[in-house]
């Protein structure tokens, strides 16, 4: 019997929507669960640092997993299409937070 292989998603627009969705919690926590906190600490610094190497293993879990799998299961023009679309993704939504962030602003 074969090993299900585990795997977040083959659509890359899912995986830049759950990138995107990671950051949301993530910047809510951090906006919400931070505020009026006047704590120093060299925890503070750990703390950001800690976060910034997990969210780094998290992009690279939600970018980079499934196109290295299709390019080892011999789908290599797949596995290119598949990264440069969830990048092309996650840049639409990144565009779109900078677009109402603008608006908000005039």
Do not use: W
């Not at 750990?46 to 196109?67: H, K, R």
């Not at 023009?77 to 840049?91: D, G, P, Q, R, Y």
């Not at 677009?99 to 908000?104: E, H, S």
């Amino acid at each position: 019997m074969q090993k299900e292989k585990m795997s977040v998603t083959r659509n890359p627009f899912v995986s830049a929507l759950t990138a995107a969705l990671y950051i949301v919690v993530v910047a809510c926590v951090m906006y919400y669960g931070l505020k009026n906190n006047k704590v120093e600490s060299i925890l503070i610094p750990i703390a950001m640092l800690s976060l910034f190497t997990l969210s780094t293993a998290v992009m690279g879990f939600l970018f980079i997993l499934e196109p290295i799998r299709m390019y080892l299961d011999g789908k290599k023009k797949e596995a290119v299409h598949h990264f440069f679309m969830t990048i092309l993704s996650f840049a639409v939504i990144t565009g779109l937070i900078f677009v109402a962030l603008f608006l908000k602003a005039l």
